[in-house]
């Protein structure tokens, strides 16, 4: 049992799963995780489905959801199912934008363990799809490493060396980030070189997780705003909670909110997003 939407051209099927079934494929934050299972738990509900592909059951967005829902020992979780394998659903890459004194940043460039000897800007298109690189305004360093999951390992550990050491580190789609550091709104930037759909099953089904914030999925739009009461995904039965869910859903109706800022965040998909009727 499922509720089938289709727009713009594109279908996705709302559903529930054993929460166990699914994969992650990215480590969850625990501060963050914290703030979710304490705001589930005052609600009752939960706001948004996990976007799954429906060929793997490998997560491509909401791995705090599914932690959360575990961690509440919930048996099943809304998902919104996708097939991953259409050109339609991109997947795409989280840089890391650096901010603090320019003079710091400099002597820690210098003193890091983590990195080689810089290389001039010119050379940057050589390497920005091989590599992770940490780019500055006059040049750049390589992670260089044996295989992907070593690359964004490596991008890790001089992500949290540089938080301890008191710089910011922000999140920032890849086409925004060089424009930052060339405005000066930064001190640097992490790159991070293109991740394939492959790549991500193949991590999430091998068990090894790549840090948060690695991939950034957009799909022509997705659904928001279910608010899916707990009490369904308590439930012990997989086909009794669907028909719970099912009619839940009758009492809601969606509507396509396009691209662009929507109750403080920025979307760059369609919005389905469901109202009580």
């Not at 791995?63 to 259409?86: E, G, S, T």
């Not at 938080?163 to 790159?191: H, Q, T, W």
């Not at 705003?225 to 308590?234: F, T």
Request: hydrophobic residues 40%.
């Amino acid at each position: 049992m499922e509720l089938r939407i289709s727009e713009l051209g594109f279908e996705v099927s709302l559903t529930i799963l054993p929460v166990n079934d699914l994969y992650i494929h990215e480590e969850t934050i625990p501060s963050s995780l914290r703030l979710l299972i304490a705001d589930l738990s005052r609600v009752g509900h939960l706001k948004d489905p996990v976007i799954v592909d429906e060929n793997s059951n490998v997560v491509l967005d909401g791995m705090h959801r599914v932690a959360a829902v575990k961690a509440l020992n919930l048996n099943f979780i809304p998902v919104c199912l996708v097939d991953y394998d259409d050109p339609r659903v991109k997947v795409h890459a989280w840089w890391r934008i650096i901010q603090g004194s320019e003079d710091k940043f400099k002597f820690f460039l210098e003193a890091s363990p983590f990195l080689s000897n810089p290389l001039p800007k010119e050379k940057l298109n050589d390497y920005v799809n091989a590599y992770p690189l940490l780019v500055f305004s006059n040049g750049f360093y390589v992670f260089k490493s044996r295989d992907l999951f070593e690359s964004f390992s490596l991008v890790k550990n001089i992500e949290s060396h540089m938080s301890s050491s008191g710089f910011k580190v922000n999140y920032i789609p890849e086409f925004e980030a060089m424009d930052a550091l060339n405005s000066g709104r930064c001190i640097g930037v992490i790159s991070f070189p293109p991740i394939s759909k492959r790549d991500v099953v193949m991590l999430a089904k091998s068990g090894r997780l790549l840090p948060h914030k690695s991939t950034r999925h957009v799909l022509p739009y997705r659904p928001v705003n279910l608010k899916v009461p707990l009490k369904i995904l308590k439930m012990h039965d997989l086909c009794e909670a669907r028909m719970l869910f099912m009619e839940f859903l009758k009492d809601r109706r969606g509507r396509l909110i396009p691209p662009g800022i929507f109750k403080g965040r920025r979307y760059e998909e369609y919005l389905y997003f469901f109202e009580e009727v």
